[in-house]
Nanobody, 124 residues
């Protein structure tokens, strides 16, 4: 059974940093794309970043480019999202997701597995 478990969320002041983790289990994710999404109250789920597990290609939304970094640790089967220079508008529940086709897709409907989410709150 596939499980994605996020951790690392919390409350931080604007300009601060957080690192989110997504521990994946239940299958081999070598050919998957792992994505990070976020959802703020009253808004649609939004793509943040994605990584192709096998080769490490990455992709970022314009809103987080140059501030966030996605990475993966093959030995730990874990994907990370390092978030720097955080802004109040980054406040949301952040979700980890896995997609089987291997293409980094910003459409959340295309992802097959989801974690439970972790809250990130950035105060001004």
């Amino acid at each position: 059974q596939v499980q994605l478990v996020e951790s690392g969320g919390g409350l931080v002041q604007a300009g601060g940093s957080l690192r989110l983790s997504c521990a994946a289990s239940g299958r081999t994710f070598r050919n998957y794309v792992m994505g990070w999404f976020r959802q703020a109250p009253g808004k649609e789920r939004e793509f943040v970043s994605g990584i192709r597990w096998s080769v490490g290609n990455t992709y970022y939304s314009d809103s987080v480019k140059d501030r966030f970094t996605i990475s993966r640790d093959n030995a730990k089967n874990t994907v990370y999202l390092q978030m720097n220079s955080l802004k109040p508008e980054d406040t949301a529940v952040y979700y980890c997701a896995a997609e089987r086709t291997g293409f980094i897709n910003p459409d959340y409907h295309e992802y097959d597995y989801w974690g439970q989410g972790t809250q990130v709150t950035v105060s001004s």
